[in-house]
């Protein structure tokens, strides 16, 4: 396979999903782990009768897809729920996004981004030429979690204490960001990221 793959990985909150909407703009093609896993979400799905078999008929909605908010109230509330939910739902995941980059290979583009949140975790990391991942403080991450899933201080604090520590990042990425600043100098770390790692 040709195309370079360039995975991007963080705890939520940190800012990932900001960095691949930088590239994006770019020019480059972005496949959102969390987008494809969202797709996967429909009534019988193999991936929802899985869902189903580990965390019972309770999470699913009044047309028999699974209620992403119903799901992430019983994951995120320990470390040990959260990673059943990643090992259940990963393979399926994993499945299609390969399938996208074979068709992106086919269309001749030389590099693909793939935002996950457990790139790591899944093994998908070993399959990437390079590894970005972002990082952040626990208070920021707390504070961007707040506005954008308007959650309660405490769910979100909740959220982020089930997750990864700083080092597990660290000791698993090519590349680091830290995103603690403003925009301005976080889209600037990003376009040297740009110029000597994606066109290197």
């Known amino acids: 396979m040709a195309i370079r793959i360039i995975g991007v990985t963080g705890p939520s909150g940190a800012g990932k999903s900001y960095l691949s909407l930088v590239l994006k703009k770019k020019g480059?093609?972005?496949?959102?782990?969390?987008?494809?896993?969202?797709?996967?979400?429909?009534?019988?799905?193999?991936?929802?009768l899985a869902l189903v078999n580990e965390?019972?008929?309770?999470i699913l909605d009044a047309d028999g897809a699974p209620d992403t908010k119903k799901l992430g109230a019983i994951v995120f509330s320990s470390e040990e729920k959260l990673k059943k939910l990643n090992s259940l739902v990963l393979g399926f995941v994993?499945?299609?996004?390969?399938?996208?980059?074979?068709?992106?290979?086919?269309?001749?583009?030389?590099?693909?981004?793939?935002?996950?949140?457990?790139?790591?975790?899944?093994g998908f990391s070993k399959e990437c030429d390079a590894v970005v991942s972002v990082l952040s403080s626990k208070e920021k991450r707390i504070e961007?979690?707040?506005?954008?899933?308007?959650?309660?201080?405490?769910?979100?604090?909740?959220?982020?204490?089930?997750q990864n520590d700083d080092s597990f990042y660290k000791?698993?990425?090519?590349?680091?960001?830290?995103?603690?600043?403003?925009?301005?100098?976080?889209?600037?770390?990003?376009?040297?990221?740009?110029?000597?790692?994606?066109?290197?």
């Open 94 to 122: 994993i499945v299609k996004i390969k399938e996208i980059i074979a068709e992106l290979d086919k269309k001749g583009e030389s590099a693909v981004i793939v935002d996950a949140p457990t790139l790591i975790e899944s």
């Open 55 to 58: 965390f019972g008929k309770e």
């Open 28 to 48: 480059l093609p972005v496949i959102d782990a969390d987008g494809v896993y969202h797709s996967l979400l429909t009534k019988n799905s193999d991936c929802t």
């Open 171 to 200: 000791d698993n990425s090519h590349f680091v960001l830290i995103n603690d600043g403003d925009t301005e100098s976080f889209e600037s770390e990003i376009g040297i990221l740009f110029e000597n790692v994606l066109k290197g």
């Open 144 to 162: 961007r979690i707040i506005l954008r899933d308007g959650i309660s201080y405490e769910k979100a604090a909740m959220r982020v204490s089930a």
